[in-house]
């Protein structure tokens, strides 16, 4: 508390990530990181963009990332006046908050979802209401029928990793064609259905991606969003009038290789899911019920085993896996797909607390 | 203009920023960016983080930047809580608008300053009142007296270059004890007295820097604010609650690289102050006024030559200068220092456009 604070200041919660432990060689999934290194493309971009002395780095980046933006139009198919780029997903969704979804009506987004949301929404003052998942952990579009705002949806979800059908997030744009709503597809390379190729069909469809997860790239920080350009308009006022230079030349460099290698990202991708079948499988031999996932997490609940309590204990012995202390799933656990070495190392230790 | 923007968007002027030329070898002295690469170290920094194969990039940076905002305090003497880190100056005074300048009364700044001032104020909804430079584009202290919400300056001030000495900036800290004192340094290093050591002294003091100028990274967008833990908490939980990340990984390496390197910085700093020198005195002797100046450019003006029209014959010679199309200033030219060379060829041919 301060006098010299904004009144906006002193009603703020703010978002608190997942750990990153400083120790040596912790077993890391706790937040939803990659387990494998991006592309080598990445690497030349990055070593090409410094050449020999790094001069380079003296001058500004390009303000609109226009190459990166090319290369990813390319990739979807899509325009690049349909693609806004930031600083991590996280800084797009913000930008999307204050710039889509301040409205007379609350907008709506799960009740179990990323919990950055109602964060934004306390920061630009945006109302919202929270629609309840089913008993299943699902969304059911249904519910987001009633007069509103925006919507704001990830899918796959998180932390449970269930993904909606694209037929289902079709329904949800013909049944709101007068608000922005918007489908954060942070996890959706690992098994669930892009929403990107509706945008030239809904000019209130906006798809938010990230590099941080199935392009290993979030030590980089470099999103999107994918719309209609009045929309990406809308984007880019924000920006423009916040920050001209989001991304730096090592990010822009490193994203834009990333999106010219799409065999190491399939392949990537593909080891993840094997794994987090794998995974899921132990998890349930163990007596684990684990929500089906398509992300790189699976999120998994004990009958007869407190989460905080696996969580603390697993902690001690150096591996980090998520816990929200939040109604209706303060008794799960969000894991992060990692190698299969690490994957099994976390099961040898559940195996021994839960026998 | 489209009903899915939120109101804020339709009220939007955003800034442009100076033109980023996409040519082989321009002469590019109109954004400031200093001519010579960053130390050594940086290079190295970036090269150890990336590692053989980049795999460090898959994981998310330290969101606090603490390895950085250590490497800062040291070099200033100050506490590592007194310190705030952001992408960009830009980020930082984006953020500082919207946590430490939005009160009951307007704030103030210039009349003629750093033109992004006024569009953070709009897109905050900050209430703002700007005082006149005098006759001599200097700024009196004695003008922000009045009730007001804030201040804000830059020292030196841009794109004037006019620096005030550290006793007048102590005056203005005490006409003004109980709302927030922001002091731009961006330029800081070429000349002028830093405010940093007040900090201690003054709850109400933050002063803002950038890596951008004399540390050569303009590319890699990393920025600071020092003050008081209070003023820093409340930047933090702004930043907290619209990106936990926004350093990535290799531009915390490379900043923190270039604070282990006094001797290079310094280096830098005194050729571009002795190429500023003699650039005010070539200008000089083909008539121009030329703004006393503390920063990495200067601000000329031909009483025979209209500026827009000289801006616009040396870009047809790939020679890029900035000008303001603003009031008070449409006749003048902002030319940043570059190397003896690229001084030399501006020189050359502002001798023929003005024979």
């Known amino acids: 508390m301060s006098r010299f604070w904004s009144y906006i200041v002193h009603t703020l919660t703010p978002y608190v990530p997942g750990e990153q ?9 706790n937040t939803n990181e990659n387990p494998y290194p991006p592309s080598p493309r990445v690497l030349d971009a990055i070593r090409r963009e410094l050449g020999e002395d790094g001069a380079s780095l003296r001058k500004y980046p390009d303000p609109p990332s226009r190459a990166l933006r090319e290369a990813v139009a390319k990739h979807h198919g899509i325009r690049v006046e ?26 709506r987004f799960p009740d179990i979802t990323y919990s950055f949301y109602p964060i934004y929404a306390q920061l630009y003052g945006v109302e919202y209401k929270t629609i309840p998942l089913n008993a299943y952990f699902a969304i059911d579009v249904d519910d987001y029928r009633a007069p509103n705002g925006g919507i704001l949806l990830p899918n796959p979800n998180a932390p449970t990793g269930h993904a909606l059908p694209l037929s289902e997030i079709e329904v949800l744009l013909k049944q709101n064609p007068d608000v922005p709503v918007i489908i954060d597809e942070a996890y959706v390379d690992f098994g669930a259905e892009s929403a990107v190729n509706l945008i030239d069909a809904y000019p209130n469809l906006l798809v ?32 423009d009038s ?14 834009t290789a990333s999106y010219e290698d799409q065999k190491s ?66 008794q799960h656990l969000r894991i992060s797909v990692g190698t299969n070495d690490e ?9 021994k607390l839960i026998a």
Do not use: W
């Open 21 to 29: 432990p400083q120790l040596a060689h912790p077993i890391k999934l």
């Open 82 to 107: 349909q693609v806004f780029a930031g600083n991590g997903s996280d800084e797009v969704l913000a930008h999307a908050f204050q710039a889509l979804l301040k409205h007379d009506e609350p907008i």
């Open 208 to 239: 938010v991606q990230t590099t941080s997860k199935a392009r290993s790239l979030a030590g980089m920080r470099v999103g999107f969003a994918f719309g209609n350009t009045e929309l990406i308009e809308a984007l880019t006022r924000v920006k």
């Open 242 to 255: 916040f920050n001209s230079y989001p991304l730096d030349r090592l990010a822009q460099a490193a994203a």
């Open 265 to 330: 990202f399939e392949e990537s991708c593909a080891k993840v899911i094997a794994t987090r079948n794998t995974l899921t499988t132990q998890l349930e031999a163990l007596g684990f019920e684990v929500v089906p996932s398509a992300a790189n997490f699976v999120f998994a609940k004990h009958p007869k085993h407190d989460a905080a309590t696996l969580g603390t204990t697993l902690k001690q012995q150096e591996i980090f896996v998520r816990h929200f202390k939040l109604p209706r799933i303060d």
């Open 343 to 351: 994957c099994d190392v976390l099961i040898a230790a559940l195996k």
